[in-house]
């Protein structure tokens, strides 16, 4: 970190932002860290420079940072300190926003499970127990960001207070009390809101003090001019622009237009505007920590969070990319250098090896329940989840009906072992027919957790009382699957002779070797629906509903000589081969 020798001023003046006493426009890009492997942030930060870029800014998952309560988790991937620091080396400037409610289509809005677990606790709102824990995790973010403020030698120029408040609520006493809580922790820096520039959005989501950015896309000028009949001086900032979108499962993938997105680049560059781009560089939902959205039906997000930037998930310029720096070199010098692709390594194939199930039954003397517990009751904040319980002893004349209130978000079921059917929750599916039998098992899926508006914390799993032929079935145990530990065990198995187990779900491995750390795509079209790992790490979900058909693998995660590769399938592959390609294919295959 620079030392107070260093310390600039930055403040709002009457027209624009003051560098020292001088107009600033801030050029931003948009880099979750937690999105992106440690040993990457460097490059990813230096292309943004060298696209005319002076500023680099970056939400705070509180989910990422605190998954238990009270172990606060600062290192490697949640490193925020690291991260400021390495934008600081390449010469920029940062902006930070804490949330604690983030959405960016990150799971839970970035809340954590443990505090929405509670249904009796205010999301987002000035109930005391939601500020007390509120006023706890941005005390541990402030000890991180207060020293590296601009005025104290530092490179952070902007805090946000809460994140599109005014499309959720209007509790003042809720923005009041975060404001006290970050002036009180020492951050000095101008303090900002960000909403869509809709005037009950700007009026709800604001407070005297805090300075009004807006969220859009397109029609800039429009929107620009609302903004300033809400804020008549100071700076005008787009601190949200849409630059690209989010892909869903079973939908397409996302893209716009890179000449008129950078007219609308020009248009606010023209009004004196500062801008942030989201995203810069998107990056991947790695792991389980894709979110979701749910206007009506449930669409979880994708594992790559590319976003179409202008910098795509492998850290490689785009011609949106091109485009935005020759907009932006008409309002200021860039640098001449230009960052260049990628060159792949050679991308290997080699044979899968079925290594048994990897669903395990549960432990016996597990407690029971009279209705299925959900996640949250559990205090699990993990995918999976296996319910199971006994039939009746008398058997049907023809087949059960089972019937559940509601499946969040996908169940698989079978009795004595044997498949039956799937339950989604985004298709509304809530009864199925069952053979005579003696066990149930229903192993249940989250596929992500709900990150916008009123759904945000609801519980997860096997919502209500199930019935059986119209009758409670009671007796349920409740087994959490922790992935990681699980897909540590199957590797162990490579070396080893396993036979198939009776399961719900069967692993996968293969030995891969390399000639060196190198970026890899790992192609899973032939993949039904399951979850990928190499050498330890949680490359992510994928699907074969698409659009997204490759994994990212970071080149950090690689390295010289054996890495194995482990996949957990819920359904079925069609391939027993794992294919890596040089390119992310994030389209339908017809596409």
């Not at 519980?459 to 922790?482: C, E, Q, S, Y």
């Not at 996968?508 to 330890?536: C, H, I, P, V």
């Amino acid at each position: 970190m620079s030392t107070s020798e260093d310390a600039h001023s930055f403040v709002i003046g009457e027209r624009d932002f003051l560098l020292d006493g001088e107009p600033y426009r801030v050029l931003s890009g948009a880099i979750h860290y937690f999105r992106v492997h440690p040993e990457q942030w460097a490059d990813r930060i230096h292309k943004a420079r060298l696209m005319g870029l002076n500023t680099i800014e970056t939400y705070v998952a509180w989910n990422a940072h605190e998954p238990v309560k009270g172990e606060w988790d600062a290192a490697g991937s949640n490193d925020l300190g690291a991260f400021l620091d390495a934008i600081a080396a390449e010469g920029m400037h940062a902006i930070v926003r804490p949330g604690p409610y983030i959405c960016a289509e990150w799971t839970n809005g970035g809340l954590p499970v443990w505090l929405t677990g509670d249904q009796s606790i205010g999301l987002r709102s000035s109930e005391p127990r939601y500020l007390a824990e509120v006023e706890r995790f941005l005390r541990s973010v402030y000890e991180i960001v207060a020293p590296r403020q601009i005025d104290r030698g530092g490179n952070v120029i902007l805090v946000q207070i809460e994140n599109e408040y005014g499309a959720y609520g209007d509790d003042k006493d809720h923005l009041a009390a975060l404001v006290a809580v970050t002036r009180d922790a020492g951050i000095t820096v101008p303090l900002t809101t960000v909403d869509q520039p809709q005037p009950q959005m700007l009026r709800d989501g604001s407070l005297p003090g805090l300075h009004l950015t807006g969220s859009f896309g397109s029609r800039a000028a429009e929107r620009l001019a609302t903004l300033r009949e809400f804020q008549p001086t100071g700076p005008l900032m787009c601190m949200e622009f849409w630059d690209g979108w989010f892909d869903s499962w079973g939908g397409v993938h996302h893209t716009t237009d890179a000449a008129q997105a950078a007219a609308e680049l020009d248009t606010m560059l023209t009004a004196g505007a500062s801008v942030n781009f989201y995203m810069f560089h998107g990056g991947t939902n790695f792991g389980i920590t894709n979110g979701a959205n749910d206007k009506g039906r449930y669409h979880p997000i994708t594992t790559s969070y590319d976003y179409d930037a202008p910098l795509d998930e492998a850290g490689d310029p785009t011609a949106k990319y091109e485009a935005f720096r020759d907009v932006i070199a008409r309002y200021g010098p860039v640098p001449s250098d230009r960052p260049v692709r990628s060159d792949p390594a050679p991308a290997p194939t080699v044979p899968l090896r079925d290594l048994g199930g990897w669903v395990t039954p549960p432990v016996d003397g597990a407690d029971r329940h009279d209705t299925p517990p959900t996640f949250d009751d559990l205090g699990f904040a993990g995918a999976l989840v296996r319910y199971e319980t006994a039939l009746p002893d008398a058997e049907p004349d023809g087949l059960w009906t089972l019937e559940l209130d509601e499946v969040r978000d996908l169940a698989w079921v079978s009795v004595d072992g044997r498949p039956v059917g799937r339950l989604s929750r985004a298709l509304g599916e809530r009864a199925i027919a069952l053979p005579p039998g003696r066990r149930l098992v229903i192993l249940v899926e989250d596929q992500g957790r709900v990150n916008y508006a009123a759904r945000i914390g609801e519980p997860k799993g096997l919502l209500g009382r199930p019935l059986l032929n119209g009758m409670p079935l009671l007796g349920w145990t409740a087994t959490p699957i922790d992935l990681l530990a699980t897909a540590d065990a199957v590797a162990a198995r490579l070396d080893a002779d396993i036979a198939r187990a009776p399961a719900l779900g069967v692993a996968l491995g293969a030995a891969l070797e390399l000639e060196r750390q190198s970026d890899l795509f790992l192609d899973t079209a032939s993949f039904g629906k399951g979850y990928a790992f190499l050498n330890g790490f949680a490359l992510g979900r994928y699907w074969r509903n698409g659009p997204q058909r490759t994994l990212y693998v970071p080149g950090p995660v690689t390295r010289a000589g054996t890495n194995r590769l482990v996949i957990l399938e819920l359904e079925a592959i069609a391939g027993r081969q794992a294919q890596f390609v040089p390119r992310a294919a994030l389209g339908h295959l017809e596409e």
